[in-house]
């Protein structure tokens, strides 16, 4: 089990209704359907810039490596670091311009 963060480009939903109808089209079309698409040059930059936080592999707080597809990145923390990782997570997003969700609350986070 694992807590889960998603991150997109795109226009920021009016509100959390809006980004779990975002969220749920998104996964379908690149977790589901086309998970091998290539990441976006911004997803991408996003992913090596989060993960670079936390090069040492033993210590990562990734429950599964993430791996981006197309203009989304679904990122799977283990529960002893979900705090502090949707915290950064969350500002990296918001400094990048992309959107930051998460799916266990339905919430968009900043």
Do not use: K
């Amino acid at each position: 089990m694992s807590f889960d963060l998603v991150i997109w480009e795109g226009e920021r939903p009016a509100d959390d209704l809006a980004a779990g109808v975002a969220y749920n089209e998104l996964f379908q079309r690149y977790d589901e359907q086309n998970p091998h698409t290539p990441a976006t040059d911004r997803i991408a930059a996003y992913c090596e810039a989060l993960t670079s936080r936390w090069p040492d592999a033993y210590t990562a707080p990734w429950s599964i490596t993430p791996m981006p597809s197309g203009p989304f990145l679904y990122l799977c923390v283990v529960w002893s670091m979900a705090d502090e990782v949707s915290v950064i997570a969350a500002e990296l997003a918001a400094s990048m311009g992309l959107v930051c969700y998460d799916p266990q609350s339905d919430a968009l986070l900043r």
